[in-house]
């Protein structure tokens, strides 16, 4: 499960600072959200059961559920996150579902508290199991964080997934998992069969880390630098891109995404892109079927903020360069 005291620290920090109901015991140190996804479609799941996930979503979260042979079932988003009508609708005995309440990746939209309501409901009913993964759930621009989903429940359905990787920096590899008592010693048979334990020495320092008060100066400090890099990455989109993007997004996290014109290839254009040294990802691959939205998926958190706006002016040349099919730049049938 990991080192007593760290899970104690991460206890403590998530109830006060995420709404988390939970104790010591219910913490599981793992690798990395991921790591902790792929527990958790192993320990849930079996061949055939479906699931419902974000359309778009997180691809990685999908490769997951498919590595443990389920079935994902895409469900639509809008502007409150996950419409749970329409995922009763397609499938309404989904063994579990996977969301990402207070940041949807990729469009950045906030689950509302409605539909957070109406998902615990459908989870009671049906004895299915909600997978939250708190994306950037630290890094929210207006107003307070967001409480998580996992403290709203009456019932013991939610397995929580969070990570400092994101928070800290990704070669840290250390994230966790908020198990419901009752699945516990289940979870604990997988791990054991997966990699046994988490090595102890990084949780001692991370522990000393939070329990000293400096991961949260961290995340106060974090949280301004990345409002500055996102309003000069906006800034220089509006200055160099003679389109009328449309940008979702930007109340919290560390991208927003960038909403093509139709007609524009958004996986030609990050092709592009890459040839010139840029490294976005199309907006379609989030999509799960044919369909979806074109569109820029444009990571700040890594960029040092002097690079933006020479980066942005690249991008936006290789966009004017961009064959379009059967509509002009802003939209508007040809």
């Known amino acids: 499960m990991g080192l007593q005291s760290f899970r104690e620290v991460i206890a403590e920090y998530l109830g006060a600072a995420r ?3 939970c104790d010591a015991s219910q913490i599981m140190i793992v690798a990395g959200s991921q790591h902790g996804l792929q527990i958790a479609a192993r320990t849930l799941l079996n061949e055939g059961d479906p699931v419902w996930m974000e359309n778009p979503g997180y691809p990685r979260a999908r490769r997951a559920i498919q590595m443990a042979e389920a079935k994902p079932v895409p469900v639509p988003i809008d502007g409150e996150g996950l419409d749970v009508r329409a995922g009763i609708r397609r499938c309404r005995h989904a063994r579990a579902a996977y969301i990402t309440p ?5 469009m950045g939209m906030t689950m509302s508290a409605a539909r957070r309501m109406q998902l615990l409901s459908w989870a009671g009913r049906t004895n299915s199991w909600i997978i939250e993964d708190d994306y950037n759930g630290e890094f929210r621009f207006a107003g307070r964080p967001v409480a998580a989903l996992q403290g709203m429940g009456s019932e013991d359905r939610v397995i929580y997934v969070g990570t400092f990787s994101k928070v800290l920096f990704p070669a840290l590899r250390i994230g966790y998992l ?3 008592h009752a699945l516990v010693s289940a979870f604990c048979v997988t791990r054991d069969n997966m990699d046994i334990f988490p090595a102890p020495l990084l949780q001692s320092v991370l522990a000393d880390f939070i329990r000293e008060g400096h991961f949260g100066r961290h995340i106060r400090r974090m949280r301004m630098q990345y409002l500055a890099r996102q309003q000069k990455l906006i800034s220089a989109i509006r200055s160099f891109w003679d389109a009328d993007l449309e ?4 109340d919290a996290g560390m991208h927003l995404v960038a909403l093509l014109p139709p007609g524009i290839d958004d996986i030609e254009l990050s092709r592009r892109a890459a040839a010139v040294g840029l490294t976005v990802t199309p907006l ?3 999509y799960l079927g044919p369909g979806g939205r074109k569109g820029l998926i444009l990571g700040y958190g890594g960029v040092d903020p002097q690079d933006i706006e ?9 966009f004017k360069r961009m064959p379009v099919a ?3 730049r802003r939209g508007r049938k040809a």
Not at 247 to 250: A, K, P
Not at 310 to 318: C, F, N, R
């Open 310 to 318: 020479a980066g942005v002016k690249k991008l936006s040349i290789e």
């Open 284 to 286: 379609s691959t989030c």
């Open 247 to 250: 940008l979702t997004g930007t």
């Open 178 to 180: 908020v198990i419901p």
């Open 19 to 21: 709404a988390v109901r």
């Open 326 to 328: 059967n509509h002009d």
């Open 102 to 106: 207070s940041h949807q990746f990729p």
